[in-house]
């Protein structure tokens, strides 16, 4: 096997390994660890630490380490995060929070790095165009690691579907659920009862043991970039102060169309924390039980990555107009179920078609916002993607830091509020663009679909 081939799918497989325990235990904190909100306050405090972390740490630890060992140490601190869920307290989890937030953008980083400088190696040997090489490689990381969601939510409903503790769940604790919660610790008695320690400490040792492999496979198996040091010395000499990084990415809000674009990025964050942390708290857990979170979020996983791949290929005949319509119109219909829907278990059907459209829903939220992205401010793409990642960050903390403290009704209003605003500002921004070059509309169709977040895997 082609040698920068094997690396990829070391990358890969570790990726997959790593995320699928991170992916399993995000999905579960708003009803694991719903004593006092401590499971989502974990996530808004990660996301927080994220949010710093991308402004300040992936260059100077990338120089330092090299993209290997910047791999595999910030995989240790996912690991750490496992760890902190075996004895899930304010006291734990939180500093694992914060660990895995700052080692989430030096990951990030040196992934792409290594994924670029391998494609553009092989392509300069090969004679090829180096970025079709490079679109190959990500194509394939993608491929894999979009498959950890279905992995990790798979793995946590198969382990707590042996709990003991499962009962029957009453009417009068069905009053409970949906939208006009009850706003306990607990949100019903029955659904929501926490497994036994035994099955959540196999459940996170699983999680663990994978996180562990992940590191392993990386350390041995990966190859470390043999231009790994000249690109460190050209970074050393171009890369810019922090403090320079840092008043770049705010510099970039003088221009309106970043400005607003704000609502619109803040959304993805809001979305995707509505359904990891009420969603599946007070609908799925409440009525249905807690083993039933990994079946739903597979279910969302499925179609997210499945359209994610069909709306970068057809979004050059469509147009991204329509794509953040069709998407708009998807997630206000939800929202709008969800205020209305009283959950019932005899409804399983609709428990399940709820987060499928949602994955739809996303899936145009991250490939086409990102293609927008890049499209619009291609010559300033690092201060933007800096500004992307701010915000969408910003969303995630926002979503998890009040989800303990409004009724879901509320929170559901806030988000459709949040929606309407941004497609208004997005609207206005295809306006001007429309405006300042009706020529190019047309061409820069074929630049959408553009790579995933990296914060829509956090």
């Known amino acids: 096997m082609e040698r920068n081939l094997k690396n990829v799918l070391v990358i890969s497989?570790?990726?997959?390994?790593?995320?699928?325990?991170?992916?399993?235990?995000?999905?579960?904190?708003?009803?694991?660890?719903?004593?006092?909100?401590?499971?989502?306050?974990?996530?808004?405090?990660?996301?927080?630490?994220?949010?710093?972390?991308?402004?300040?740490l992936p260059p100077v630890v990338i120089q330092k380490l090299g993209c290997k060992w910047t791999i595999a140490v910030s995989m240790c601190c996912y690991i750490a995060y496992s760890l902190g869920n075996f004895y899930a307290s304010w006291y734990t989890l939180i500093p694992a929070s914060v660990i895995l937030g700052l080692g989430g953008a030096p990951l990030w980083s040196a992934k792409c790095t290594y994924l670029t400088i391998a494609g553009t190696s092989y392509a300069e040997k090969a004679g090829k165009n180096a970025k079709d090489i490079i679109n190959q490689y990500f194509?394939?990381?993608?491929?894999?690691?979009?498959?950890?969601?279905?992995?990790?939510?798979?793995?946590?409903?198969?382990?707590?579907?042996?709990?003991?503790?499962?009962?029957?769940?009453?009417?009068?604790?069905?009053?409970?659920?949906?939208?006009?919660?009850?706003?306990?610790?607990?949100t019903n008695s029955t659904g929501s009862e926490r497994p036994s320690n035994?099955?959540?400490?196999?459940?996170?040792?699983?999680?663990?043991?994978?996180?562990?492999?992940?590191?392993?496979?990386?350390?041995?198996?990966?190859?470390?970039?043999?231009?790994?040091?000249?690109?460190?010395?050209?970074?050393?000499?171009?890369?810019?102060?922090?403090c320079s990084s840092f008043l770049a990415t705010?510099?970039?809000?003088?221009?309106?169309?970043?400005?607003?674009?704000?609502?619109?990025?803040?959304?993805?964050?809001?979305?995707?924390?509505?359904?990891?942390?009420?969603?599946?708290?007070?609908?799925?857990?409440?009525?249905?039980?807690?083993?039933?979170?990994?079946?739903?979020?597979?279910?969302?996983?499925?179609?997210?990555?499945l359209c994610s791949l069909l709306f970068g290929k057809i979004s050059q005949f469509?147009?991204?107009?329509?794509?953040?319509?069709?998407?708009?119109?998807l997630n206000t219909g939800c929202i709008i179920t969800l205020l209305l829907w009283k959950p019932h278990p005899n409804q399983l059907a609709v428990f399940f078609v709820i987060p499928a459209l949602w994955g739809v829903s996303d899936a145009v939220w991250q490939t086409q916002t990102n293609a927008l992205y890049g499209i619009l401010f291609e010559r300033n793409k690092e201060a933007a993607f800096a500004n992307y990642r701010l915000w969408e960050s910003v969303g995630f903390v926002i979503?998890?830091?009040?989800?303990?403290?409004?009724?879901?009704?509320?929170?559901?209003?806030?988000?459709?509020?949040?929606?309407?605003?941004s497609m208004v500002t997005y609207g206005v921004v295809e306006y001007l663009e429309a405006k300042s070059s009706?020529?190019?509309?047309?061409?820069?169709?074929?630049?959408?679909?553009?790579?995933?977040?990296?914060e829509t895997h956090m």
């Not at 470390?224 to 970074?235: F, G, R």
Request: one cysteine or more.
């Open 318 to 329: 469509t147009g991204r107009k329509l794509l953040f319509a069709l998407a708009a119109v």
């Open 139 to 186: 194509g394939v990381f993608f491929l894999v690691f979009q498959t950890s969601g279905v992995w990790g939510n798979l793995i946590s409903s198969l382990i707590l579907s042996q709990s003991s503790n499962k009962a029957e769940i009453s009417e009068e604790d069905l009053q409970c659920c949906g939208a006009y919660d009850c706003l306990t610790d607990t």
């Open 399 to 421: 979503a998890f830091a009040y989800s303990t403290k409004l009724q879901v009704y509320v929170k559901a209003s806030i988000l459709l509020s949040v929606l309407v605003l």
């Open 13 to 56: 497989f570790g990726f997959l390994l790593l995320f699928t325990a991170y992916s399993g235990l995000q999905s579960l904190q708003s009803s694991l660890n719903a004593e006092e909100g401590l499971g989502v306050a974990s996530l808004s405090v990660l996301f927080a630490a994220l949010t710093l972390s991308s402004m300040f």
């Open 198 to 242: 035994s099955l959540i400490y196999t459940l996170v040792g699983v999680y663990t043991a994978s996180g562990v492999i992940a590191v392993l496979l990386v350390i041995i198996f990966l190859d470390q970039i043999k231009s790994d040091q000249a690109e460190t010395e050209k970074e050393k000499l171009e890369a810019p102060s922090f």
């Open 250 to 305: 705010f510099r970039h809000l003088k221009d309106k169309r970043q400005c607003l674009l704000i609502p619109l990025t803040m959304y993805s964050g809001f979305e995707q924390g509505f359904l990891a942390g009420d969603y599946s708290k007070s609908y799925v857990t409440c009525a249905l039980g807690i083993h039933y979170v990994g079946y739903m979020m597979i279910c969302f996983a499925g179609v997210n990555s």
């Open 438 to 454: 009706p020529g190019t509309s047309t061409a820069t169709k074929k630049e959408n679909g553009g790579p995933h977040s990296q």
